[in-house]
């Protein structure tokens, strides 16, 4: 790219930031090998209980709460412990001298526990549900007045921040929209796959996906068609997955998968449009915040028109743990939400840095998904006017009577949309959410036209 190109370009992204007020650094700190600030550490290994149990503690888990969540024992001792997981997802007990029992959905499980003089606290320490409300304590005696279980405060982390000199670099996520799939049945691959994703330069979050990618893979398929999905867990916990494109009870499609499991998840794609797939396993919230969600078009009868680019663009909100760590569901859940970063395909400014060549006056069609969890999207091109914009199966057309345009499509979280436009002159035209506050902390990107530049 010519060197003027690249300072115009710095030149529109920082006028498109300077709409925005100062913006606050992530949430979290890079620490020191083995975990950073607002992590949550690994179960520990279980801590022998010495001596004949002098009694037997009974918790039953539901998923994302613990009953009771406060007992009290006459004496000091070692206690058996029963846990009864009524849930549809595997819970722990985690005491905090590291002893843990573990159950399986429906099943129950036992252990024994030395409860010291001063008692002990526990939680269950599978990412989200401490976060969530599953934590407890055992006290001696009278329980204790003003005591607190771990995680129980539900207030986000407060640590400063600072990027890790040391991460992996991004990998530009390609925007291109697939082509729509041949034949009616469609057998898709999709393994659930935990690993580590820069998100942003310097920052690395310890990822739940699909497929191996945050979004999951877009799915683009003709209506009427039967989509197959095989989904094999190599995670360490259970997930699910919802696709909105299809029309089958919660009950039965939408399964718990456990680690090493395999489930197919089976629909027609009765409705066009552009729709979300996301996990459904408690908490919700932080699974997709997480990274498990992604797209699914569906055309609709006949097919879309010739365009001469098509893209694909996932809005998402990051709710930064630990360095290398899961996302803090406890920021994800606050009443009035501050991301660190909102993104489109999962990684901030990634197009920005690496913009997107579009024709002049060619027609370029935009498929547009806002994931959230929680942030809605404005969705704005700068410099030019949508003249078609499908939102929800409302469709306002190309060359219609009124001479309607549109310059934003706004979309609430699992809401989708199609916009197609024509830049009218070589140069750039970056798109954003037009929620400014945000363009800062990553929603943004350029499309450049012809050579980008308008004057030659």
Known sequence: MKPWIRLSLLAA???AAACTPAVRQPAWTYGPPGGAAGSTPAAPASAAAAGAPIGTIKITAADLSFSPGMVTVAEAGTYAVELANT???EHNITFSDGTTVTAAPGEKASGTVLIPADGLTFLCSIPGHAAAGMTGM??????AMGSEAPGSSGQPSTAS???DPNAAPYEVRDATA???????VHDIDMPIIEKDITVATGFVVHAWTFGGTVPGPVIRVHLGDTVRVHLTNQGTMSHSIDFHASQTAMNDQMVEIPPGGTFTYTFTADYAGVWMYHCGTAPALHHIANGMFGMVIVEPKGGFEAADAEYAFVQNDWYLGGQKEPVDYAKAASAAPAPDFVTFNGIASQYKDNPITVPTRGRVRVFILDAGPNIDSSFHVVGTIFDT???EGIALRSGNAGGWGAQAVDLSPAQGAIVEFSPREDGMYPFVTHAFNFVGRGAIGVFVAGDGDPHN
């Open 389 to 391: 914009v499908i939102k």
């Open 138 to 143: 055992v006290s001696v005696g009278t329980m």
């Open 13 to 15: 992204a920082i006028l």
């Open 161 to 163: 921040a600072s990027a």
């Open 178 to 184: 697939p082509k729509v799939m041949a034949g009616k």
């Open 87 to 89: 849930g549809a997802i």
